[in-house]
């Protein structure tokens, strides 16, 4: 059977001028316009990102034998090479045609909405964001990254209307390898070995999906905003991510999940996840250390106010014993008086009564006469 290789039209900005939203995913000869292939392996599949409204799908994959026929109904296979396919993907973002998509390969549909916000080519399987995305797909495929704002559209892509994407193109055809063996029976064993064959690859591909564990993408929404995920569980070792692409590690510190809890991250990992709990508790220990602070302060106080209340008892019997003091005296000087008071009612009282009298009297005659005499001088 023939085997064509496809390679980038010479003349051509880009081989590639626009991709199709299809239902059966494929590859044709010449102008070219994936759809219609009976070949489950040709099949590009979709993964579906709700948040983001993204569509995450492999566009061409190298060296990837496809069965055509032609118009006469003789059969054929194609295939691009790496470098033809690196080349393609590279050619279609230069040429600033990722908004170009149609319905079905149908140039009066085109379909407004989408565009190809992410363009790659796979380097490592291994680590590659295909293969975190849950592809198996090798070295050298082209992927794309699919932005859907069109609500019909994206209805479609869920309910199943769209299951792939076609690339339209135009490459020159090469030929590299022809059957010598022309015989129909031969082809037809060929073709049911093939089939039966690619039916047990099928086969042992969902036997291994059933045993091997499927990786599921965790995400947590954090207090001040965004979200941040994780392969499976979230537990100490597992590596932290702040795109779904799970492409950049978080950063190193702590995050505040939006229920609360409190999760560390260091190196990249999961470094342990307090509780809303134990949150609680440290915040309860922090009023308790102010309460014990407070209580302490007024233990302070109040021996200090027992001081002050001591010295006020202690002049307070100072002052009641000045009190006495002063009664005593008050009593003593009215004793004094009373006396005094019998002396002047005596003969001898009586007569100290009278010179005083007359002591005053003279003393204000000399007064006057001191005046006098002043006055004359003056």
């Not at 085997?3 to 494929?26: D, H, T």
């Not at 009593?331 to 005094?340: F, Q, Y």
Request: glycine fraction near 6%.
């Amino acid at each position: 059977m023939e085997l064509y290789e496809l390679r980038k039209k010479k003349g051509l900005a880009s081989s590639v001028y626009a991709i199709a939203f299809v239902k059966n995913p494929a590859i044709e000869v010449g102008f070219v316009a994936l759809s219609q292939d009976s070949n489950p392996k040709t099949i590009t599949r979709i993964k579906l990102n709700a948040e983001k409204r993204m569509i995450y799908t492999p566009v061409l994959i190298p060296n990837q034998k496809i069965y055509r026929e032609d118009e006469a109904g003789n059969g054929y296979q194609i295939f691009f090479s790496e470098n033809t396919i690196e080349e393609a993907a590279h050619d279609f973002v230069a040429a600033k045609l990722t908004d170009e998509f149609n319905n079905e390969h149908s140039e009066h549909e085109k379909l407004e909405g989408i565009s190809l916000v992410e363009n790659w080519i796979i380097e490592d399987p291994k680590s590659d964001k295909a293969t975190q995305l849950g592809f198996e797909l090798p070295k050298g495929t082209w992927m794309a990254g699919i932005k859907v704002k069109d609500e019909e559209i994206w209805a479609k892509c869920k309910n199943g209307t769209y299951q792939g994407i076609s690339i339209e193109g135009l490459f020159d055809n090469f030929e590299t390898k022809m059957n010598i063996n022309k015989n129909t029976e031969m082809d037809k064993k060929e073709e049911t070995a093939k089939s039966m064959g690619e039916k047990l690859d099928g086969f042992l591909a969902e036997l291994k999906g059933l045993v091997a564990p499927k990786t599921e993408l965790a995400s947590a929404e954090l207090q001040d905003g965004g979200s941040i995920y994780t392969e499976g569980e979230w537990e100490d070792g597992v590596n932290v991510y702040t795109d779904e692409a799970l492409q950049t590690p978080a950063a190193d510190g702590e995050y505040v999940l939006a229920d609360g809890r409190v999760m560390a991250v260091s190196d990249g990992k999961v470094a342990g996840l307090r509780e809303a709990v134990e949150e609680d508790l440290m915040k309860k220990k922090e009023y308790m250390e102010k309460v014990e602070q407070l209580a302490k302060y007024l233990v302070d106080f109040k021996e200090e106010l027992n001081s002050v209340k001591a010295e006020l008892s202690s002049y307070r019997e100072k002052l009641t014993a000045l009190e006495a003091e002063k009664e005593e005296v008050k009593k003593e000087t009215s004793e004094v008086k009373a006396e005094l008071s019998k002396v002047k009612e005596t003969p001898v009282g009586k007569s100290a009564q009278k010179l005083s009298e007359v002591a005053q009297r003279e003393g204000r005659f000399n007064n006057a006469l001191r005046g006098e005499r002043f006055k004359m001088n003056h």
